[in-house]
């Protein structure tokens, strides 16, 4: 069965940098794409960023150039380097891990999730 647990989240003022982490367990997930998703008050869960087994990265439009996802495979560790956060930025932060190499937008493709990390960017 595979865990995965966020960290990093808190509360920011618009313009700070915030780094997610989001530790595996209990089966490599190198082989697999893992995402980033998030959640804010009163909305629908939406794709951020998602990473492919051989490093390809897709983002949101929302975030484009703001936002860089990358993986350590050898430590089971995916990261989410948040840069020039905005307040509509903020929202839960759901770390997930696919069954397939392949990038996928939709939240379907993925099997394995952790319980979120709260983002606060205050304007």
């Known amino acids: 069965q595979v865990q995965l647990v966020e960290s990093g989240g808190g509360l920011v003022q618009a313009g700070d940098s915030l780094r997610l982490s989001c530790a595996a367990s209990g089966r490599t997930l190198s082989f697999y794409a893992m995402g980033w998703f998030r959640q804010a008050p009163g909305k629908e869960r939406e794709f951020v960023a998602t990473i492919t087994s051989t490093g390809s990265t897709y983002y949101a439009d929302s975030v484009k150039g703001r936002f860089t996802i990358s993986r350590d495979n050898a430590n089971y560790m995916m990261y989410l380097q948040m840069n020039s956060l905005k307040p509509e930025d903020t929202a839960v932060y759901y770390c997930?891990?696919?069954?397939?190499?392949?990038?996928?937008?939709?939240?379907?493709?993925?099997?394995?999730w952790g319980q979120g990390t709260q983002v606060t960017v205050s304007s």
């Open positions: 997930a891990g696919s069954r397939a190499g392949s990038a996928s937008y939709y939240q379907n493709s993925y099997a394995y």
